[in-house]
């Protein structure tokens, strides 16, 4: 599942944008690595605070222990408002780009293409692979509200598939062309010109992104078999197995694509770095085969996603800060009310803007909880300090206290560099504050009649 959530979109798309901003070959894997060994600390942090108190909710049962009710009621809006569902948004977005590439769907509504709110969302732009998303969503949805065994047994099919795809344009990509390799480690920028430190925080936005999702295990702690155990193990392994991954791909795309190629496909918003590179070496043919593993990686991760975030809401329900429909189960048991309200707007998300505008909206959020769930291991072994632990993150107190520094000047950058999309982030999440004391008012109410009634 780790695995599963985390290889997306990200890892054929997100080069791009990061060439854009560091136009060296030899720092995008730099960037890679950076991001790789930062997301990795993170998961030790998390991995710690997850086999002290593994429940169904992941962070939003961890911060009513660390901190206090608002805090996990907090983390959970801005997961149901932002985090969780604008990345089921724009991972459907992507598998819909790749359809289109291997069967163009027919123009929707052109004549409304460029109709706009504030200048921002364009509802109507690219209509048809919209609505195909949306429509992924909502089937996907459905398959989840089956029970978690069907969830989880196609994300294991589906998961096969990719990294036996992965594995394909790795062993080809690098075995056709491995005496370019060692020039991949290039240093001097297409300009002539140094690397700005704050161009380098902004490409890590964009491999933050592909490295999202190692967190999402803990939502579904509650129905892990020895949770404790297994979610800590789960983490950790699953992220070191996509740090080689990614670094395997990028190496194999940077010694088939100059860095000019890279900015020119980041330009035209509609390329995508991975079916360009396979095209070097196998053709249209090859092309078709990345547009289809695309299209299977991203049909995984979408449902992988939609499988695990849906449970923080139904826990949230179950204790009355959510509302009441997202905490009944189905007679599978699966939360089917909270599916559906996660998959209608995420839906309504599609709609809103573009893949990097979702994508850079989520990496701000996350990081702003990243810093918190880290912060949560100093003060657990206060709070807890004889609590038995079943994992302890490596190198404490620096790592999590490094995570803690880096996700703080994270999201100064953002605020820096993306202030539009930092700006909504924010609106999102502060959008909890008023609904919180309105279903806490409603819970008290609904108490105090029962005292009434006994």
């Not at 295990?217 to 991954?245: C, D, S, T």
């Not at 997202?326 to 809103?352: E, T, Y």
């Not at 990081?367 to 769930?373: E, W």
């Amino acid at each position: 599942m780790a695995v599963a959530n985390i290889i997306g979109s990200g890892v054929y798309k997100k080069i791009a944008p990061m060439a854009a901003e560091l136009p060296a070959s030899g720092w995008v894997l730099i960037c890679w690595i950076v991001a790789g060994i930062i997301s990795l600390m993170g998961a030790l942090c998390n991995a710690e605070v997850a086999g002290l108190l593994a429940d169904t909710g992941g962070e939003y049962v961890y911060y009513q222990v660390i901190y206090n009710r608002f805090a996990g009621f907090i983390f959970g809006w801005s997961l149901f408002s932002i985090i969780q569902t604008a990345a089921i948004s724009s991972l459907a977005y992507v598998f819909a780009q790749s359809l289109n590439a291997l069967i163009p769907l027919p123009a929707l509504l052109p004549s409304l293409a460029s109709w706009h709110l504030a200048g921002f969302f364009y509802p109507f732009d690219g209509f048809q692979i919209k609505l195909t998303a949306i429509a992924l969503i909502l089937i996907l949805t459905w398959i989840n509200s089956r029970g978690i065994r069907t969830g989880a047994g196609l994300s294991t099919a589906i998961l096969l598939l990719v990294i036996t795809g992965l594995s394909v344009l790795i062993c080809f990509g690098l075995g056709r062309h491995g005496s370019g390799t060692t020039g991949i480690w290039n240093f001097h920028t297409v300009s002539g010109s140094p690397i700005r430190f704050s161009a380098f925080f902004t490409a890590l936005l964009a491999a933050f992104w592909a490295y999202q999702g190692w967190a999402v295990v803990g939502y579904i702690g509650g129905e892990v078999k020895n949770a404790r155990r297994n979610i800590p193990r789960g983490i950790a392994a699953g992220v070191l197995i996509v740090v080689l991954i990614y670094l395997l791909a990028n190496a194999t795309y940077l010694s088939l694509l100059p860095i000019e190629a890279l900015e020119a496909i980041y330009r035209s918003q509609n390329g995508i770095v991975a079916v360009e590179a396979v095209r070097v070496f196998w053709g249209n043919g090859g092309a078709q085969f990345m547009s289809l593993l695309i299209l299977v990686t991203t049909l995984g991760a979408t449902h992988a996603t939609i499988l695990v975030s849906c449970r923080p809401y139904y826990a949230m329900a179950r204790d009355g800060l959510f509302f009441p429909a997202a905490g009944r189960l189905n007679r599978r048991l699966a939360p089917s009310g909270s599916l559906w309200m996660q998959g209608i707007w995420a839906c309504l998300l599609v709609l809103s803007g573009s893949f990097d505008q979702l994508t850079d909206m989520i990496i701000f959020a996350v990081f702003i909880y990243y810093g918190a769930t880290t912060l949560g291991v100093f003060i657990l072994r206060r709070k807890m300090p004889d609590a038995p632990r079943p994992y302890r993150v490596w190198g404490y107190p620096w790592v999590p206290g490094f995570v803690i520094l880096f996700s703080a000047a994270l999201f100064a950058n953002t605020i820096f560099a993306r202030p539009r999309e930092a700006a909504l982030g924010m609106i999102l999440m502060c959008s909890g504050i008023p609904l919180y004391y309105y279903f806490l008012r409603k819970k008290r109410s609904a108490r105090e009649v029962g005292t009434r009634a006994s």
